[in-house]
């Protein structure tokens, strides 16, 4: 949809634009999307049957909101769609600095020029982006920032301090028929907490020695880490209690919508087999379900999604080091990401020294499951066979596919390799390879095999 051409408010009274107010603009395209079976929501996976119904009864309700949820859960991402539930294009009186309805003038500016230019006082469309505002809580967040000041450049210009046009408003003034956004509220000092009662309540704004009884349309949406609520900064019961809805939100419940995620939200610089996706994913979970991890900061979905990237770029370091044509992650990869990774982990206090013997063992773990339900029911006693025969067999994180799939022992009649890469969707080099790779690790962790790693090499045997 372009933007309307429509440039005056006697035009866009003309051409039959109902005003309506932000709630019922939300209300109006939410049930129109349920309505004809769109998805209001995209790119949110494992929320359908908690989280999702939470919000959509809130705004219905046309409630102000706050998200409570560990990190990495997405509760900005489920802040920042809600724009999508606004009008494409929405008429504003031109140069008014709170996007107000030609309809409806609210600040003496707009209200003068109206009166001075009638029908033909001019207007533009503002994109539904451009009404969805977020800020940061931190704790040096001013009530100036959120909610507005004295202008001492429009004070030199010659106007009493009594002068309403001598305020410069905030944050929230500005998102007038729009989202404002509030990341991690209770890191906002209780002081600018107090700030904004009378925005949510009363919708209006106290600035100084001014209260301006503005009708602000604006939707106050926030996210809040329970740990934070509760122990480094809270949210002060007043303004707690002016929220509508509080939503707890939740890392996924099902290992497909886990793997949806990473696979939405990484950015893969090689080709990255589902079953390295996978094995991420149940590793991610199973941090979650240790006791011997802090459990109240959390594990992140960027952990997982951090992870995909990093074996991804081990697969093109690979490549482009050893001049492979296809750059594909492998089994091998794995060891690097952890390498990384375990900052990104808080571990129980008394599990100190053990962090790397922790992970590596979660790691074996999710590699077991993994190698289970893409393997089961094949037959690997052939392999098992020919390594006992005395073949070793080397890969590693410069060990090219070729290099590899040269050392495996042939299997006489057997068509092994094949099987396993036919389960595993692999066609070229670096996917065999992979896929070989995993059935290896399969034997290993079943202890039918053994495996010696050191100096950038694995060898099985």
Same mark, same amino acid.
């Given at each position: 949809?372009?933007?309307?051409?429509?440039?005056?408010?006697?035009? $866009? /009274?003309?051409?039959?634009?109902?005003?309506?107010?932000?709630?019922?603009?939300?209300?109006?395209?939410?049930? &129109?999307?349920?309505?004809?079976?769109?998805?209001?929501?995209?790119?949110?996976?494992?929320? +359908?049957?908690?989280?999702?119904?939470?919000?959509?009864?809130?705004?219905?309700?046309?409630?102000?909101?706050?998200?409570?949820?560990?990190?990495? @859960?997405?509760?900005?991402r489920l802040l920042r #769609?809600?724009?999508?539930?606004?009008?494409?294009?929405?008429?504003?009186?031109?140069? &008014?600095?709170?996007?107000?309805?030609?309809?409806?003038?609210?600040t003496a500016t707009s209200?003068?020029?109206?009166?001075?230019?009638?029908?033909?006082?001019?207007?533009?469309? !503002?994109? !539904?982006?451009?009404?969805?505002?977020?800020?940061?809580?931190?704790?040096?967040?001013?009530?100036?920032?959120?909610?507005?000041?004295?202008?001492?450049?429009?004070?030199?210009?010659?106007?009493?301090?009594? +002068?309403?046009?001598?305020?410069?408003?905030?944050?929230?003034?500005?998102?007038?028929?729009?989202?404002?956004?509030?990341?991690?509220?209770?890191?906002?000092?209780?002081?600018? %907490?107090?700030?904004?009662?009378?925005?949510?309540?009363?919708?209006?704004? %106290?600035?100084?020695?001014?209260?301006?009884?503005?009708? $602000?349309?604006?939707?106050?949406?926030?996210?809040?880490?329970?740990?934070?609520?509760?122990? /480094?900064?809270?949210?002060?019961?007043?303004?707690?209690?002016?929220?509508?809805?509080?939503?707890?939100?939740?890392?996924?419940?099902?290992?497909?919508?886990?793997?949806?995620?990473? !696979?939405?939200?990484? +950015?893969?610089?090689?080709?990255?087999?589902?079953?390295?996706?996978?094995?991420?994913?149940?590793?991610?979970?199973?941090?979650?379900?240790? =006791?011997?991890?802090? @459990?109240? =900061?959390?594990?992140?979905?960027?952990?997982?999604?951090?992870?995909?990237?990093?074996?991804?770029?081990?697969?093109?370091?690979?490549?482009?080091? %050893?001049?492979?044509?296809?750059?594909?992650?492998?089994?091998? +990869?794995?060891?690097?990401?952890?390498?990384?990774?375990?900052?990104?982990?808080?571990?129980? &206090?008394?599990?100190?020294? /053990?962090?790397?013997?922790?992970?590596?063992?979660?790691?074996? #773990?999710? #590699?077991?499951?993994?190698?289970?339900?893409?393997?089961?029911?094949?037959? $690997?006693?052939?392999?098992?066979?020919?390594?006992?025969?005395?073949?070793?067999?080397?890969?590693?994180? @410069?060990?090219?596919?070729?290099?590899?799939? #040269?050392?495996?022992?042939?299997?006489?009649?057997?068509?092994?390799?094949?099987?396993?890469c036919e389960r595993l969707?692999?066609?070229?080099?670096? %996917?065999?390879?992979?896929?070989?790779?995993?059935?290896?690790?399969?034997?290993?962790?079943? /202890?039918?095999?053994?495996?010696?790693?050191?100096?950038?090499?694995?060898?099985?045997?």
């Open positions: 949809m372009t933007r309307p051409a429509i440039a005056t408010v006697g035009e $866009l /009274r003309a051409s039959g634009h109902v005003q309506r107010s932000l709630r019922g603009e939300i209300r109006d395209n939410l049930l &129109s999307a349920l309505r004809e079976g769109r998805d209001p929501w995209p790119g949110l996976h494992g929320f +359908d049957a908690t989280v999702i119904p939470q919000l959509e009864r809130a705004l219905l309700a046309g409630h102000d909101i706050v998200l409570l949820g560990e990190r990495g @859960q997405g509760k900005t #769609t809600m724009n999508g539930l606004l009008d494409e294009w929405s008429p504003v009186i031109e140069g &008014s600095e709170l996007g107000e309805h030609p309809f409806e003038p609210i209200i003068r020029r109206a009166v001075q230019f009638g029908d033909d006082l001019p207007i533009t469309w !503002r994109h !539904r982006d451009a009404r969805y505002a977020e800020k940061l809580a931190t704790p040096d967040t001013s009530v100036a920032d959120l909610i507005g000041d004295v202008d001492p450049m429009k004070v030199a210009e010659g106007r009493s301090l009594g +002068d309403p046009e001598t305020i410069h408003f905030g944050l929230i003034p500005r998102s007038h028929r729009g989202i404002v956004a509030i990341n991690e509220l209770p890191d906002l000092a209780e002081r600018i %907490q107090v700030a904004m009662l009378n925005v949510m309540e009363e919708r209006d704004i %106290q600035i100084r020695g001014y209260v301006l009884r503005l009708p $602000l349309d604006v939707l106050v949406v926030a996210s809040a880490n329970p740990e934070d609520y509760t122990n /480094r900064g809270r949210i002060i019961t007043p303004l707690k209690d002016r929220f509508g809805a509080e939503i707890r939100t939740h890392y996924p419940t099902e290992l497909a919508d886990e793997v949806a995620i990473i !696979r939405q939200e990484s +950015d893969l610089v090689a080709d990255v087999p589902d079953y390295l996706v996978e094995i991420l994913a149940r590793f991610t979970r199973a941090l979650r379900e240790s =006791s011997a991890v802090d @459990q109240r =900061s959390g594990v992140s979905a960027r952990f997982a999604i951090a992870g995909a990237e990093t074996i991804a770029a081990a697969a093109i370091h690979r490549a482009t080091r %050893q001049g492979e044509e296809h750059a594909v992650a492998r089994p091998v +990869d794995l060891e690097t990401a952890v390498d990384v990774l375990g900052g990104k982990i808080e571990f129980e &206090s008394g599990e100190e020294g /053990r962090e790397d013997e922790i992970l590596d063992h979660l790691l074996r #773990t999710a #590699t077991a499951e993994t190698v289970r339900a893409h393997l089961r029911g094949v037959d $690997l006693a052939a392999l098992t066979t020919a390594i006992e025969t005395g073949v070793m067999i080397t890969t590693g994180e @410069q060990v090219t596919a070729r290099e590899f799939l #040269t050392g495996l022992p042939p299997l006489g009649e057997s068509d092994l390799y094949d099987v396993v969707d692999a066609t070229n080099d670096g %996917q065999r390879a992979g896929a070989i790779e995993l059935a290896l690790e399969g034997l290993y962790l079943m /202890r039918k095999i053994s495996k010696e790693s050191g100096g950038g090499e694995t060898i099985y045997g």
